[in-house]
């Protein structure tokens, strides 16, 4: 099974930037505006961060923002947090059969 | 607040079946499709099942096509994954997620395990 590419781990400072980079197809995230983003901490399930490629769910604070360019979608935390330490996965929804929704690997994003 | 409760997770031997269910609360569940998500041990997300509102369409990855089978029952706020002629591979913790359509998945479980081993 086919998953979207993401760098395996990035590390920034608190207060620093980062993104994450997910990498598909045409036929995923290339062909839907149906990009989200979840992030994960060690023994918890995957919590929405963003949907439909730039939207925030309430309550998700204004400095995850999410983009997409082509085949590659990308998710930026500005102004990072020691909360903000964990795994993160990119989603695509990737047609109605056999692929209908597609991961990445996950990136483990480290506060230094 | 919205609720998403899995249960029926074990250890089975490989060959074997097991029933894992989802109990949806606080929120109308037969308005919503759902799906069930593994994550094998220390890795990645893998989206397994697709149900819609009704039940009426259902979708699989390919690694479980023709062994896991997906189902609903609206007036029980339920969901479940019947997985038969499981192997080590299906080894994993499963959720189920409420999708929003389209656009990802807002809700989750808490997950409930499977392993496969002799």
């Known amino acids: 099974q086919s998953v979207l590419t993401q760098p395996r781990s990035l590390s920034g400072s608190p207060g620093q930037s980062v993104t994450i980079s997910c990498t598909g197809t045409r036929s995923d995230i290339g062909g839907y505006d149906y990009v989200s983003w979840y992030q994960q901490h060690p023994g918890k399930a995957p919590k929405l961060m963003i949907y439909d490629v730039s939207k925030r769910p309430s309550g998700v604070p204004d400095r995850f923002s999410g983009s997409k360019s082509g085949n590659t979608a990308s998710l930026t935390i500005s102004g990072l947090q020691a909360e903000d330490e964990g795994d993160y996965f990119c989603?695509?929804?990737?047609?109605?059969?056999?692929?209908?929704?597609?991961f990445g690997g996950g990136t483990k994003v480290t506060v230094l | 607040e919205v609720q998403l409760v899995d249960s029926g997770g074990g250890l089975v031997q490989p060959g074997g079946s097991l029933r894992l269910s989802c109990t949806a609360s606080?929120?109308?569940?037969?308005?919503?499709?759902m799906n069930w998500v593994r994550q094998a041990p220390g890795k990645g997300l893998e989206w397994v099942a697709y149900?819609?509102?009704?039940?009426?369409?259902?979708y699989y990855a390919d690694s479980v096509k023709g062994r896991f089978t997906i189902s609903r029952d609206n007036a029980k706020n339920s969901l479940y994954l019947q997985m038969n002629s499981l192997r080590a591979e299906d080894t994993a913790l499963y959720y189920c997620?409420?999708?929003?359509?389209?656009?990802?998945?807002?809700?989750w479980g808490q997950g409930t395990l499977v392993s496969v081993s002799s």
């Open positions: 989603c695509s929804y990737a047609g109605s059969y056999a692929s209908h929704w597609m």
């Open positions: 149900i819609s509102s009704s039940g009426d369409n259902r």
């Open positions: 606080e929120f109308t569940f037969s308005s919503y499709e």
């Open positions: 997620a409420r999708e929003m359509t389209g656009s990802g998945f807002d809700y």
